[in-house]
T-cell receptor
Framework: DAGVTQSPTHLIKTRGQQVTLRCSPK?????VSWYQQALGQGPQFIFQ???????QRGNFPDRFSGHQFPNYSSELNVNALLLGDSALYLC???????????????FGPGTRLTVL | AQSVTQPDIHITVSEGASLELRCNYS??????LFWYVQSPGQGLQLLLK??????LVQGIKGFEAEFKRSQSSFNLRKPSVHWSDAAEYFC????????????FGAGTTVTVRA
């Protein structure tokens, strides 16, 4: 049973460029969340996608956008990269429950983005 | 808004000794609580979770955690650590409704000495 997969593993970009990160959820999961983990910090919630729509968003600028496909995989796009966007980007998948609250999230290995 | 505090930035423990990592949360209602472990350069692995019921939760790798509502705590314990337990540990909180995100603490780095 494949877990959450992310690509690429590492990425180096320069300021002002755009980047796309990809995530495939764990088999049977329908919800994808994205987190940013700066060095030495805990992960910070960016947004969550469910039924191909952004269901909740954290405190991140509009430069951060996403998409979810019919097969539940997801992309995170970041435009106009800043040095401060350098971080480990984590994707987490879950199975949406009926309670409307937080479901158990399973994380992928992450994509290490370096902005020069 | 919920918040999570992990008071200990770094803990060093001898192999075979017991380990306890502290986690305090701030939230108006009963939260969902999680502990994750992260090895260097890796993603997060779920150790255990608490949603309801028995306040002592067993997880993988011999870890357990106890939810104490009166103290707003969810401390992680292991009776005897192994060198492979050296990693960073994150406590996270979720909610019962209308909020789908996990809020994480800043993490505790565990070093295991021989």
């Amino acid at each position: 049973d494949a877990g959450v997969t992310q690509s690429p593993t590492h990425l180096i970009k320069t300021r002002g460029q755009q980047v796309t990160l990809r995530c495939s959820p764990k088999s049977g999961h329908d919800t994808v969340s994205w987190y940013q983990q700066a060095l030495g910090q805990g992960p910070q919630f960016i947004f969550q996608y469910y039924e191909e729509e952004e269901r909740q968003r954290g405190n991140f600028p509009d430069r951060f956008s996403g998409h979810q496909f019919p097969n539940y995989s997801s992309e995170l796009n970041v435009n106009a990269l800043l040095l401060g966007d350098s971080a480990l980007y984590l994707c987490a998948s879950s199975l949406a429950g009926g309670s409307g609250g937080t479901d158990t999230q399973y994380f992928g290995p992450g994509t290490r983005l370096t902005v020069l | 808004a919920q918040s999570v505090t992990q008071p200990d930035i770094h803990i060093t423990v001898s192999e075979g000794a017991s380990l306890e990592l502290r986690c305090n949360y701030s939230y108006g209602a009963t939260p969902y609580l999680f502990w994750y472990v992260q090895s260097p350069g890796q993603g997060l692995q779920l150790l255990l979770k608490y949603f309801s019921g028995d306040t002592l939760v067993q997880g993988i790798k011999g870890f357990e955690a106890e939810f104490k509502r009166s103290q707003s705590s969810f401390n992680l314990r292991k009776p005897s650590v192994h060198w492979s337990d050296a990693a960073e540990y994150f406590c996270a909180v979720g909610t019962l409704s209308n909020d789908y995100k996990l809020s994480f603490g800043a993490g505790t780095t565990v070093t295991v000495r021989a």
